[in-house]
């Protein structure tokens, strides 16, 4: 119980930083979603004022494509958030199950999210994580963002976090990959990249590691949706591609006017996407230099003048490079005659945690060589970034000299194993022996597995993932029941028919006496009763009226004679006189002469028969 108010229950995922359980708010009587920070942060107070500000965002956020948040407070050292329960799945499973979707869904599910998204930024906040897992869709097909914990108001401080990229890479945009400053057009090319998936199963960019990822976010382009997926229509993809410019002023300048695109595109109308610009050279350049670099004006005419000029540009370069070259032999040749002298040293400077590409041409810059001397395995560093290196940093060393360096391969990937029919601590005992841990459990029904045993996982079977990962699993929780149909009044033949609609079995026929509207030979009672709950394949047994049976002519039978008559006939005798004078009997005196009901009458079986007997 939280803040005396809020129960609970079990977990429906986990985060970066917190878990999300299902529970009750015990004053309103409604279920909800609890969000708590994770334990290893509730200390840090950084971690808490980013939570914090996380239920402040999105408590702001009133709309209908936003999950509301209610609720926020702290209780015995736990920080919780209370939200809108929102039953449903992921985009994220979405396309994993169903991808690649229609192009016309994938545009409603897009169009959804830009309304939220252009509310938030009418107000400042920008989501910073646009990705599927943070989409949710609701059995009635709406669209509900969630997960703001990485948003800040665009009013306020920039952030300012050395080496920090917030958000997931293959979602990330260009000038997050950077660390540069961030606005609401990058939560554009999030969602850019999240309409991209939709339509082919799978992101623009991918990767070793999340840095490799960034990179490409930065210098390569995206191939076009269409060369993935035939059946995205040109519209579209110039939406998709326009939102994915790596320029911010190249791409939708908010997401009112993606929306608006997007409309146009289901409305069947031409959409306002224009052509992409040509991309710039994909050289890494050092951000010093970049700053610094200036480009040559390019207005040389096309007629005879600018062809001289031309000439006369192309003569100049031609003698300084010649220049250059005798200076460089000269140099060489006086070196070879003079001795080398004195060689120069200089400080070696600092690779270890850095990218092996930036490591290369910082040692340029000092006149070194990098050598990649081993590649290793580790669980903690990404591929690419240097371990080790030697001479170490800030030694000295011959001008020229090589640096040998240690480069992380980044973890060791293992394949992930069937989990399918295993129970749960079968499933985590497998996992264990792969080098892997179990994730989120779940529950859900199924018709073929065994309860309680597996039948979904996350990754699936044969992929292959870092050492160490999660795999979250579904155990099954049985057939899914089903509801027992009424069936009083009906025959056994329409009642077997009804029965199997439902997946259900006729099971024993007996007849018997019971408060029916029925006639005889229906249905007057049943077992399971109506409307009980009861796995598929369940037998029902029914009671049926029986049929009625005619009255036998008793006249002239003694009371003993009539009396087992009725017994053999279904029926029973019923109260027995002396009739009067005009009651006359074939047979004479003691047998009878009149009865009730009249021979021939139909009645339903145990009916009492009444006689009366000559005098």
């Known amino acids: 119980m939280l803040g005396g108010r809020y129960e609970v229950h079990a977990p429906l995922g986990e985060g970066g930083m917190a878990t999300v359980f299902r529970g009750v708010d015990t004053v309103l009587g409604r279920p909800v979603a609890v969000k708590v920070l994770a334990p290893r942060y509730a200390k840090d107070a950084t971690f808490v004022a980013r939570f914090r500000r996380e239920a402040q965002s999105a408590a702001a956020m009133n709309h209908p494509n936003v999950v509301n948040v209610y609720d926020t407070g702290s209780d015995r050292g736990v920080h919780y958030i209370v939200m809108e329960l929102v039953e449903g799945r992921t985009l994220r499973e979405v396309i994993r199950e169903e991808g690649p979707l229609l192009p016309e869904r994938a545009a409603e599910i897009a169009a959804a999210v830009c309304q939220a998204l252009a509310f938030a930024h009418e107000r400042g906040i920008v989501h910073r994580d646009v990705k599927p897992g943070n989409i949710m869709l609701t059995p009635t097909g709406e669209v509900k963002v969630m997960d703001f914990g990485i948003a800040r108001a665009t009013s306020g401080e920039a952030l300012t976090q050395t080496a920090t990229v917030l958000g997931t890479a293959s979602y990330i945009s260009p000038e997050q990959a950077q660390g540069e400053s961030v606005d609401a057009r990058s939560d554009i090319y999030s969602l850019g990249v999240v309409l991209y998936e939709m339509l082919t199963r799978q992101v623009p960019f991918s990767g070793d590691n999340p840095v490799a990822i960034a990179y490409k976010h930065v210098q390569e382009e995206a191939i076009r949706p269409s060369r993935l997926n035939a059946d995205v229509p040109q519209p579209l993809e110039s939406i998709v591609l326009k939102a994915l410019a790596k320029n911010p002023a190249n791409r939708y300048q908010s997401a009112a006017e993606m929306l ?350 009444d006689i009366a007997l000559q005098a």
């Open 260 to 609: 608006a695109d997007l409309q146009r595109f289901l409305a069947g109308q031409s959409v306002q996407a224009t052509p992409l610009l040509p991309p710039e050279p994909t050289e890494v350049i050092a951000r010093e230099a970049r700053e610094t670099l200036v480009l040559p004006a390019t207005e040389a005419g096309a007629g005879p003048a600018g062809r001289s000029a031309g000439r006369t540009a192309a003569f100049v370069i031609a003698v300084i490079l010649l220049l250059a070259t005798l200076g460089v032999l000269f140099f060489l040749l006086a070196r070879q005659i003079i001795g080398d002298g004195d060689v120069a040293q200089v400080t070696v400077p600092n690779c270890v945690n850095r990218r092996l590409d930036a490591c290369r041409l910082l040692l340029r810059q000092e006149g070194l060589k990098a050598n990649v001397s081993e590649r290793r395995a580790n669980p903690d560093i990404p591929a690419g970034v240097v371990i080790e290196q030697d001479p170490a940093a800030d030694d000295t060393a011959d001008e020229g000299a090589t640096v040998d360096l240690v480069v992380s391969n980044g973890p060791v990937e293992v394949e992930v194993p069937d989990l399918t029919g295993k129970t749960e601590d079968q499933a985590r005992q497998t996992l264990e022996d792969n080098d892997l841990t179990l994730g989120s459990v779940d529950r859900a029904f199924s018709p073929d597995v065994e309860e309680d045993h597996v039948f979904r996982q996350d990754p699936g079977a044969g992929e292959n993932v870092p050492q160490g990962s999660a795999v979250d699993i579904t155990l099954s929780a049985g057939q899914e029941p089903v509801d027992v149909p009424a069936l009083t009044g009906l025959s056994p033949d329409d009642a077997q028919q009804v029965l199997e609609t439902a997946g259900l079995r006729l099971g024993t026929v007996e007849e018997g006496t019971c408060t029916s509207d029925g006639g005889p030979g229906t249905i007057c009672a049943q077992d399971p009763d109506p409307n009980v709950q009861v796995n598929p394949d369940t037998e029902v047994d029914v009671t049926v009226q029986p049929q009625n049976i005619e009255v036998p002519d008793l006249t002239g039978m003694t009371e003993t004679e009539a009396k087992q008559a009725l017994k053999d006939g279904g029926l029973q005798l019923g109260d027995t006189t002396t009739g009067g004078a005009t009651c006359i009997s074939p047979n004479g005196s003691g047998t009878v002469c009149a009865q009730e009901p009249d021979d021939g009458t139909q009645v339903p079986p145990g009916t009492s028969v």
